[in-house]
């Protein structure tokens, strides 16, 4: 069971290391590595890591600029080359879980998207067959804006393609770019009954991101922060609730992961409280 924060969360002051025993004294023990700017993390901090490695569950989040979709060869080849290093990296920590954003760029059309789908395939199973992956995956996730590749179909495709590839539902985008889909604890159920159909083995390493969102006819617009209403005033969506008890009537292992807006360990702790009750 893991539950956990993106980052360092903006309501925690104080120095890198005493972040952990924080988010422990709530019951939390998943921290996403941020590497927002690159796969860079300072020689300090990797000690850290290393040694509360086990005590807590790392991954880590890939540079936003990563596109392995993109129309545009060296951004590709560019890509690729920064996954090579972060999984380099990961392995060095022993951290294996990889979090990326399939990218965009591509024309939004049916063709255009299979088009850089098929494109994004090729070049993960290229670049994973160059190196020794060890036990690291790396982890396709929904992606919040319709104009996003990463519907749930098409993580489902990376993912039953791409031998390291292993999904990360986000749970917040998967409602934000179908225009607020998930209205019940059946339908988010129905969603994840589908990827656990269509690749059974790598169900059991699924990786939530799970808070609550605004969105708008073009999909993702904000995160919202824990326990704050849609801007139309009815509660938050998708409704963490249903989501927590998705994953116990599903008998999922839960690796999950707030992104709350400025309040990560307060939605982490909600969704923690919730489960093991
Ligand atoms: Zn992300």
Redesign the pocket.
């Known amino acids: 069971m893991v539950f956990g924060v ?1 980052g360092v969360p903006t309501n925690y002051k104080g120095k890198f290391e005493g972040v952990f025993p924080w988010l422990k004294s709530m019951g939390l023990n998943g921290f996403e590595i941020q590497c927002t700017y690159g796969f860079k993390i300072s020689e300090d901090r990797q000690e850290i890591i290393k040694k509360l490695n086990g005590e807590f569950k790392f991954s880590i ?2 540079p ?1 600029y990563i596109n392995l979709g993109s129309l545009n060869s060296q951004v590709v080849a560019r890509s690729k080359g920064n996954m090579k290093q972060g999984i380099e990296l990961a392995k060095s920590l022993n951290i294996n879980r990889i ?3 399939p990218g965009g760029g591509h024309e939004n059309t049916p063709q255009g998207r299979d088009n850089a789908i098929n494109q994004l395939i090729a070049a993960i199973n290229e670049f994973t067959a160059e190196l020794d992956m060890g036990d690291v995956r790396i982890y396709p ?1 929904i992606g ?1 804006k319709t104009a996003n590749l990463g519907s749930l179909d098409e993580i489902i495709e990376i993912c039953s393609r791409c031998k390291y590839c292993y999904p ?1 539902i ?1 749970i917040a ?1 998967l409602h934000a770019r179908e225009i607020g889909s998930l209205t019940s604890k059946e339908i988010l159920k129905q969603k994840l009954m589908q990827i656990k159909n269509a690749i059974p083995d790598k169900f059991k390493y699924i990786h939530f ?1 799970a808070y609550t969102i605004d969105y708008g006819n073009k999909g993702e617009i904000k995160h919202l922060m824990h326990g704050c209403n849609m801007p139309d005033g009815r509660p938050g969506m998708p409704n963490l609730d249903d989501f927590v008890a998705v994953l116990k009537e599903m008998n999922i292992e839960p690796w999950v992961i707030s ?1 709350a807006l400025d309040s990560q360990e307060q939605g982490a702790k909600y969704m923690h409280d919730l489960f093991v009750k």
């Open positions: 993106a989040h890939a936003y979090i990326f954003h996730e919040g990360c986000d985008h991101h992104e």
